[in-house]
């Protein structure tokens, strides 16, 4: 077992503790609303992360599983909607607008699923 080793400050010993380090990870837009979440609403979970050292690694598994959700949910809701490579070249101000409105819409269900729960 690791000994704890304190520091004297004025009257009282205070232990020397350090968070374990983890991997630096490019972290999304996705993973930042996430810990945003966990920091405000989620606090118990958020400490067991970021004490364990798995804060980052967890935050970078959201974002891959929420950027490949994404990309999963526009293509199917483009086949749905039959938002073509055709409609882009026929009317390309109309998909642009059918575009926006699939992304909006994957992105709520994203944001519902894997984010705010």
Known sequence: MNK???????DYLIPDL??????ELHLGRYALMRQNYLEQHKRVIYLNLL???????????????????LETLVKQLCEELKVTEE???KAPIQWIGMMGNIRSQAEEVIL???IYN
């Open 4 to 10: 704890i080793t304190y520091t004297k400050q004025g």
């Open 18 to 23: 350090a968070l374990p380090t983890e991997p």
């Open 51 to 69: 004490t364990t050292g798995k804060l980052n690694e967890y935050l970078y598994q959201i974002e891959q599983t929420a950027l490949s959700r």
């Open 87 to 89: 409609l882009k070249e």
């Open 112 to 114: 519902e699923e894997l």
